[in-house]
């Protein structure tokens, strides 16, 4: 098993460019979910879903969006990136609801 | 606004000592705390966790500690190695199935 994957590793965009980070798991989880990491403020949670179309927001859902068209795959769309989304994204994946959570090995961004 | 609240935010320990690293938070929806160990360039793994109606969690040199009535939950590593050295962080998760993370705090175990 791969586990949860992540591409790219690192991205540099300018302000109001978008771009769609990609999220992939093959350990036929349910649950996905995106999170930010910044320093001081530890791991905040985007977006997440509970199954194949569906999603709900988390605590810093602003100028995100995510779909999930299947079980595998969970990517998350910058529409018009700004500074403040200059971080570290983590992507993680778990069986069902009490189960532990595995991330991915993140993507680094920089807005310029 | 923090709902998990972590401290200290970095910690030097002796080869050999005990890292002591605490959380508190007032949410009591929050079902289970987990504590995460992430070194550079990694994504976060899971190192110890720990549901409320157990007082203490021991695996191997790790040990949950947890209060409920105060509100509190601490990570003992005993006999820190140099290995240990990475960024520790609590969280925990509420019945509405998200997970809420502390600041995080960066170990240093000195040979």
């Known amino acids: 098993n791969a586990g949860v994957t992540q591409t790219p590793k690192f991205q540099v965009l300018k302000t109001g460019q978008s771009m769609t980070l990609q999220c992939a798991q093959d350990?036929?989880?349910?649950?996905m979910s995106w999170y930010r990491q910044d320093p001081g403020m530890g791991l905040r949670l985007i977006h997440y879903s509970v199954g194949a179309g569906i999603t709900d927001q988390g605590e810093v859902p602003n100028g995100y969006n995510v779909s999930r068209s299947t079980t595998e795959d969970f990517p998350l769309r910058l529409l018009s990136a700004a500074p403040s989304q200059t971080s570290v994204y983590f992507c993680?994946?778990?069986?069902?609801?009490?189960?532990?959570?595995?991330f991915g090995p993140g993507t680094r961004l920089t807005v310029t | 606004q923090q709902q998990v609240k972590q401290s200290p935010q970095s910690l030097i320990v002796q080869k050999g000592g005990i890292s002591i690293i605490n959380c508190a938070y007032e949410?009591?929806?929050?079902?289970?705390f987990p504590w995460y160990q992430q070194f550079p360039g990694k994504g976060p793994a899971l190192l110890i966790a720990?549901?409320?109606?157990?007082s203490e969690k021991k695996e191997g040199r790790f040990t949950i500690s947890f209060n409920k009535s105060a509100k509190q939950f601490s990570l003992h590593i005993m006999d820190s190695q140099p290995g240990d050295s990475a960024t520790y962080f609590c969280a925990a998760r509420n019945t509405g199935n998200q997970f809420y993370f502390g600041t995080g705090t960066s170990l240093t175990v000195i040979p």
């Open positions: 720990i549901r409320p109606d157990v």
């Open positions: 949410n009591t929806a929050f079902d289970y």
């Open positions: 993680a994946s778990r069986l069902d609801r009490g189960y532990e959570q595995y």
């Open positions: 350990m036929n989880h349910e649950y």
